[in-house]
Every structure is written in C-alpha cells, then in structure tokens.
C-alpha cells in the first residue's frame, strides 16, 4: 500500500494501475474480494487508458478470480474470456495456459465439467511450449475433474436406478 500510495504521488499512472492490480490479487488471495474487484477496477481504467493490453489482460484475470471467489461464475468466465482474448491477440501463451486453468475451474465449480476438461487440455498444451513451466498443478486438477465426472456419473446412474424402482423412466 505504501508502494501504491509512493507511485500516485509521483503520478506514474501505469506503476499505479499494476500496483492497483497487484493489491486486488493479494486481497482475492486472502478472500477479501469485495476490496480486491474496487482495486482491480481502478487497474483495468488505468490500463486501458494507457493501451497495456498485457496490464488489460492481467486485471480481467484478476477480475475474474475475485469474481469466482464471490460464486458469480458467469461474471467470472465472462471475465477470463476476455482476458484470454488478449493474451491471444499479443501471443503471451504463460498468461493463457493460467487464464485457461482458472476459467477450468469456475467452469467446474458451475457444474461444467465437459468445458473445465477442455480448458484443462488446451492448458496444458500450451504449457508444454512455455520453457521452464511445470503442468503438474494442471495435471493435478485434471485428475480431480476426472475424479469429479466418474461421481457425477456414478450419481447419475444411481438416481436412474432409483427412478426405475419407482416405476419411473431415467
């Protein structure tokens, strides 16, 4: 906050839209994402102002991650939509295997399981052409998606039995 308050004393409006944007990541981090979207919101104004379209897609990510803390699922895909719309366009393929795994999981959270294990997929073939860059975590939460379908799949089959000892149709 120091940081921030040195940077808008100074006037450096794109210094003040990261450190804007850096403060909503850490206040979504700590599950404050009420205080995390007005800091993101002032970022995006900033960023947009001065055409950083890399600092644009970072606070729409960011955005989207408060969003998905606060359970607006659809507020927040359409957030990581955006964003990974960016990080296409300037070719940042690090920015979008990460916007493309957060998207995967409000997907999941959603009940979008299909659409979570495409992101996944698409996720991890792009971080296989980032050097330095494990997929583990993205393996990780595939295998939880995977672990989550053959549930869902399990309910389904489980609710359809009861259904037919009921007379009725599945």
């Known amino acids: 906050i120091e940081a921030l308050n040195l940077r808008r004393s100074l006037?450096?409006?794109?210094?003040?839209?990261?450190?804007?944007?850096?403060l909503g990541w850490l206040y979504a981090n700590l599950g404050e994402y009420t205080e995390a979207l007005e800091h993101c919101k002032q970022a995006l104004g900033l960023h947009r102002e001065s055409g950083s379209r890399s600092g644009e897609a970072d606070t729409l990510d960011s955005i989207a991650f408060a969003w998905a803390g606060l359970g607006e699922f659809d507020?927040?895909?359409?957030?990581?939509?955006?964003?990974?719309?960016?990080?296409?366009?300037?070719?940042?393929?690090?920015?979008?295997?990460?916007?493309?795994?957060?998207?995967?999981?409000?997907?999941?959270?959603?009940?979008?399981?299909?659409?979570?294990?495409?992101?996944?997929?698409?996720?991890?073939?792009?971080?296989?052409?980032?050097?330095?860059?494990?997929?583990?975590?993205?393996?990780?939460?595939?295998?939880g998606l995977d672990a989550a379908e053959e549930a869902a799949s399990a309910l389904r089959v489980s609710l359809c039995r009861c259904d037919a000892y009921r007379g009725e149709r599945c």
């Open 11 to 22: 006037a450096d409006r794109a210094a003040i839209a990261y450190s804007e944007n850096s």
């Open 75 to 143: 507020r927040a895909m359409g957030h990581y939509e955006q964003a990974l719309a960016i990080y296409r366009e300037y070719g940042d393929p690090d920015g979008e295997s990460g916007a493309l795994t957060r998207l995967g999981e409000a997907q999941f959270a959603a009940g979008r399981l299909a659409d979570a294990g495409q992101r996944g997929e698409r996720a991890l073939a792009l971080l296989a052409r980032v050097p330095g860059k494990d997929s583990h975590v993205v393996l990780a939460k595939l295998a």
